[in-house]
């Protein structure tokens, strides 16, 4: 049995995997990381083999997560790295270790399901999006306050814009609230923030088909602008299977 883990900065996702078949999956705080995995995989501890992992979360928290997997699993937990290329997609940073394991991991399983260009917005803390040419060659990216991380911002560093954080509606029409016209902002940015990628990918490669894939957990409030797009929530940790299955 393989656990697989995507640590992010808010949230950290995992799924237990025997072969093709998901045994068991959830999410929690990676602030409770790992020992609040306990409890979820305390059935399974003995027959947990690999513990593959993406992780965004820096040193001192991948250095607990191997201790604590060392001690309760006995094993030692594989991370995911960036690279200049893996399983057809070439690394488009100058620098590739620099690009975020978690937008690597994720364009190889978009690239490895779809087999044909493809725009890749993660809507997460960061919202990220990234430009894949039908070649595989990562053609560069953005790099975004999320939703959450905008509301912050407006909430903290002005005297008296206080959106309600439990308004849900997200829409392009003019607010006739402050909640309301800070969201439809809000969706206005986040729109224009695809657009913009979708742009770029039609100009680096004009006539060529491609997809757009959202992930992410926020994700579901501007799906509606683009019902075309394919929702993929455990992206990274499809990735984690491809990359640690071809190294065996």
Known sequence: ??????????????????????????????????????????????????????????????????????????????????????????????????????????????????????????????????????????????IAPGVSLMLDSLQQNTRQVAPDRNFELFNLHPGTSTTEAVYCAISAMLVGLVENGLKQLQSAAPNVGFDIVFAGGDASKILPFYPQALYKPELVLDGLTYIFDSSR
């Open 1 to 142: 049995m393989i656990l697989e883990l995507d640590l992010g900065n808010t949230r950290c996702k995992w799924r237990l995997r025997k072969g093709e078949e998901i045994i068991n999956r959830g999410s929690l705080p990676t602030s409770g990381a790992p020992n609040e995995l306990v409890a979820a995989l305390d059935e399974y501890s003995g027959q947990i083999k690999r513990v593959l992992v993406a992780s965004v979360v820096g040193v001192a928290l991948e250095q607990s997560l191997n201790l604590w997997s060392l001690d309760y699993l006995s094993v030692a937990p594989e991370f995911a790295r960036s690279t200049n290329s893996c399983l057809g997609i070439v690394n488009g940073y100058e620098e590739p270790w620099r690009l975020g394991v978690d937008r690597w991991v994720g364009m190889i399983a978009c690239y490895q399901q779809l087999n044909k260009a493809f725009l890749l917005v993660s809507f997460g803390t960061a919202i990220t999006v990234d430009i894949v040419l039908e070649n595989g060659r990562h053609a560069g990216g953005f």
